[in-house]
């Protein structure tokens, strides 16, 4: 069974520009969960996506959005990029009920 | 609110160790409790798990017992290795829900 894919792995973009991030879940999971994870702050909650809709949301800006496809694929988007949005974007999916599996994530760069 | 608190790190120590990671939460209600790690370039990947009162989880030869008295759930190993140089996050979630409280995660280093 495939695990959960993430692409890119590594991103590098310029202040002002906008990004998109791709995750793919383990099939059957219809949950997927983005993290932002930085040294300074850890390990922080962005959202939750279920069956197309967000679910969860955590403390970041509206340049922070996502969103999720039929096939449980999910987006997340990031615009007019700042330097502190640089951190690796972790990506986590699940089943209905059951225990999250995370890909190994987006490093994005931000000069 | 509800919240992990974990040891702060880096931990340093020596092959064959002992090991000891503090993990304390606040939450309504009886969680799942969970630890994760992550090495280095990888994501996060589920060590152990405790779903219930004196429940231990273990694997890898790393331990955790869920206490509810004291709301807490310390990792332990008693002999480390290079291998397990990593961060290792605690973490818990409402069984309603499954969505994810964690810890800020501690980053141990093992020198050979």
């Known amino acids: 069974k495939a695990g959960v894919t993430q692409t890119p792995r590594y991103l590098i973009k310029t202040r002002g520009q906008q990004v998109t991030l791709s995750c793919s879940p383990i099939?059957?999971?219809?949950?997927v969960s983005w993290y932002q994870q930085t040294p300074g702050q850890g390990l922080q909650f962005l959202f939750e996506?279920?069956?197309?809709?967000?679910?969860n949301k955590g403390n970041f800006p509206g340049r922070f959005s996502g969103r999720q496809f039929s096939n449980s694929r999910s987006e997340m988007n990031v615009s007019t990029l700042e330097l502190g949005d640089s951190a690796l974007y972790l990506c986590?999916?699940?089943?209905?009920?059951?225990?999250?599996?995370f890909g190994q994530g987006t490093r994005l760069t931000v000069v | 609110g509800d919240s992990v608190t974990q040891m702060e790190g880096p931990v340093t120590l020596s092959e064959e160790a002992f090991l000891t990671i503090n993990c304390t939460y606040t939450?309504?209600?009886?969680?799942?409790l969970f630890w994760y790690v992550q090495y280095p370039g990888e994501g996060l990947q589920l060590l152990l798990k405790?779903?219930?009162a004196d429940d231990k989880g273990s694997n890898k030869g790393f331990e955790a017992t869920y206490r509810k008295e004291t709301t807490s759930f310390h990792l332990e190993k008693g002999s480390v290795q290079v291998s397990d140089s990593a961060v290792y996050f605690c973490?818990?979630?409402?069984?309603?829900?499954?969505?994810?409280?964690w810890g800020a995660g501690t980053k141990l280093i093992i020198k050979p």
């Open positions: 986590a999916s699940r089943p209905l009920v059951g225990l999250a599996f």
């Open positions: 099939s059957g999971h219809r949950s």
């Open positions: 996506y279920f069956s197309e809709t967000q679910r």
């Open positions: 939450a309504t209600g009886y969680p799942s």
């Open positions: 405790a779903t219930k």
């Open positions: 973490a818990f979630a409402m069984d309603s829900n499954y969505q994810l409280i």
